[in-house]
């Protein structure tokens, strides 16, 4: 099967088959990153951005439980 006809496909499918699509999408994207094939040259930019940005703030950022700390008592809201 073509890339085309698999595109043409995806719409047709159900919502719970397009998130199993997505999963494997997700599982083969991340074998794919941890196997060498690395980031391409735009996630590249975005994760040199992103590093640049944070060299420059200085701050650690916030502790996982912290983060998760907030997270949880603003969904309670």
Avoid: N
């Avoid at 999963?23 to 590249?44: I, K, T, Y």
Wanted: negative net charge; charged residues 35%; hydrophobic residues 35%.
């Amino acid at each position: 099967m073509s890339k085309a006809e698999i595109l043409a496909e995806l719409p047709k499918l159900k919502a719970e088959e397009r998130k199993q699509v997505f999963e494997r999408l997700c599982e083969l994207q991340e074998d794919d990153l941890l196997h060498g094939a690395g980031p391409s040259p735009e996630e590249m930019m975005v994760l040199d951005a992103a590093l640049a940005d944070f060299q420059r703030d200085g701050t650690p950022g916030t502790p996982w439980r912290e983060a998760l700390r907030r997270i949880r008592s603003s969904s309670r809201r």
